[in-house]
């Protein structure tokens, strides 16, 4: 599936603390990104706002000229997924079972 992301004016911030400010992206469909930068200077905080983990301050997110804010969460989810670098682990699980739970707003538990 190609998406086309848009990213206009983000801002975002830790309690008082700036992370991303004025941020622009416009990425069209079928293209591939990189985002890279040293560690702390905002590379998982955009992706959290792009897939709503994080609420920006200002801005607009576009994914296939749809407002993120609007979409809801298994529409979304449609669209785009969040992998963490890492995170507490409740069960043990394979990269299989990892790619299976991303398939979930597609197929349904059923």
């Known amino acids: 599936m190609n998406i086309k992301l848009l990213v206009e004016n983000l801002e ?3 309690q008082s603390v ?5 941020m622009c ?3 069209p469909k079928g293209s591939l990104v990189s985002i890279l930068g040293p560690n702390g200077s905002g590379k998982s905080t955009f992706l959290k706002c792009v897939d709503r ?3 920006p301050q200002k801005g607009v997110i576009l994914i296939d000229s749809e407002d993120v804010l609007s ?3 298994m529409n979304l989810a449609k669209k785009i997924s969040y992998v963490p670098q890492s995170s507490v ?3 043990p699980h394979s ?3 990892v790619i299976l ?4 707003p597609h197929l349904g538990w059923m």
Request: charged residues 25%.
């Open 12 to 14: 975002f911030s830790y």
């Open 18 to 22: 700036p992370v991303l400010s004025g």
């Open 25 to 27: 992206m416009d990425v």
């Open 53 to 55: 983990i994080l609420k």
């Open 71 to 73: 979409l809801g969460r």
């Open 89 to 91: 682990r409740v069960f």
């Open 95 to 97: 990269v299989f079972d």
């Open 101 to 104: 739970m991303g398939r979930r």
